[in-house]
């Protein structure tokens, strides 16, 4: 990918302390990232439908980037996103892949 095409600013939420598992989400850092969606589907969950957005962000190989697990979350365009899986760095291209999504509100 062109590094150029690396076209949002995207916050990576984490919690706190080491095992990061309780407490409020906080702003940890934020990379030049590209999002691209690729589904929108509709969802059950707890009874009702949800409409759920996911898709692959692309970031940038650092070491702020490689502390990102699935128990982070990041912020794109304002919208809160769920890290679902993280890649392995590509060492050629020098960027990490990372699968996401999005609970859009439901009926």
Request: proline share 3%; charged share 30%; aromatic share 6%.
């Amino acid at each position: 990918m062109d590094p150029g095409r690396l076209d949002l600013r995207v916050t990576f939420l984490q919690r706190p302390g080491e095992g990061r598992e309780r407490g409020a989400y906080e702003a940890a850092f934020t990379l030049w990232g590209n999002y691209r969606q690729e589904t929108s589907r509709e969802a059950a969950e707890g009874g009702r439908a949800q409409d759920v957005e996911s898709g692959t962000l692309v970031v940038r190989d650092t070491a702020q980037s490689r502390t990102l697990t699935n128990a982070d979350r990041c912020l794109i365009l304002g919208r809160d996103f769920a890290i679902e899986g993280v890649g392995l760095p590509d060492r050629r291209s020098r960027l990490i892949r990372l699968r996401v999504s999005s609970h859009l509100g439901g009926a």
